[in-house]
């Protein structure tokens, strides 16, 4: 069963074929994904011993002159969209009227 990998802390010049070439020397790589601009990738493995055995040899090792991190991928989760407090013209303090009424 196919198993994919979360490859953190890439540097941004690391090309699709430098990460196949160094995860490839464990098994056999079925697909790289670099997320551009971003930093990470995914790397997803034929099979899940092979997975492993990259993950263990791999994490914490040098590629392209930055120590990466490798482990496991994480399904994506529907994180709701960003928001959260709102614009310009929500809310906030009022005051009114600063006049005296004599």
């Known amino acids: 069963m196919a198993k994919k990998l979360y490859v953190g802390n890439l540097n941004y010049s690391t090309s699709e074929s430098a990460l196949r070439e160094a995860f490839g020397v464990h098994g ?3 697909e790289v994904t670099i997320i551009e601009g971003k ?4 790397v997803e493995f034929a099979t899940e011993e092979a997975a492993e055995k990259a993950k263990t040899a ?6 392209d002159g930055r120590t990466i991190r490798v482990d496991d991928a994480r399904p994506r989760t529907n994180r ?5 407090f709102g614009g310009r013209d929500s ?7 600063r006049r005296r009424g004599w």
Request: glycine fraction near 40%; proline fraction near 4%.
């Open 58 to 63: 791999l994490n914490e090792s040098d590629l």
């Open 28 to 30: 056999d790589v079925t």
């Open 91 to 97: 809310g906030g303090g009022g005051g009114g009227s």
């Open 80 to 84: 709701p969209s960003r928001g959260g």
């Open 39 to 42: 930093g990470f990738g995914f």
